[in-house]
């Protein structure tokens, strides 16, 4: 079920699963990004989603402000979500694939679910929907 759709974001629920998967198309206005991810938090936040992917591979590097925003206004509510895993998949762009893995390694340990980096789409929803191996 499509949940939003713009030019440059896509957001679906998947009920099978219970996945939101959040795909980036490009480039955006500060506003716009920030609009969109305050979106992705509130949704996950009303529909109680465990699993969601984050498919960053087509947003290119975000400007600095917006990068300083991220590490610290959304990552204070991330960290609140209801999730039990959250894959990112990782930019093409170098700049945003660099902004990534900064938001990775400053925010490590702070997660209270499991989150991974991955290539491609497919091994990431097989990632969050497969249960854990005792």
Same mark, same amino acid.
């Given at each position: 079920m499509?949940?939003?759709? *713009? ?5 679906? %629920?998947?009920? /099978? %699963? ?8 490009? &480039? ?5 990004y920030?609009? *969109?991810?305050?979106?992705?938090l %509130?949704?996950?936040e009303t529909?109680h989603? &465990?699993? /969601?992917i ?5 947003? &290119?590097?975000?400007?600095?402000e917006?990068? %300083?925003? *991220? ?9 609140r979500? &209801? ?12 700049? /945003? ?5 900064? #938001? ?8 209270p #679910?499991?989150?991974k ?8 929803y ?9």
């Amino acid at each position: 079920m499509v949940l939003s759709s *713009t030019p440059f974001h896509h957001l679906e %629920h998947y009920p /099978a %699963h219970n996945v939101v998967v959040s795909q980036w198309y490009g &480039p955006c206005s500060s506003q716009e990004y920030r609009d *969109t991810l305050l979106q992705f938090l %509130h949704l996950i936040e009303t529909m109680h989603i &465990p699993y /969601a992917i984050a498919d960053r591979r087509l947003l &290119p590097g975000i400007p600095a402000e917006d990068a %300083h925003w *991220t590490l610290n206004e959304f990552t204070e509510r991330f960290i609140r979500l &209801p999730l039990k895993r959250f894959a990112l998949l990782n930019a093409f762009d170098p700049l /945003a694939e660099e902004q990534t893995r900064r #938001f990775l390694e400053k925010e490590k340990g702070m997660f209270p #679910f499991e989150i991974k980096l991955f290539e491609d789409l497919t091994s990431a929803y097989d990632w969050l929907i497969t249960e854990k191996k005792a």
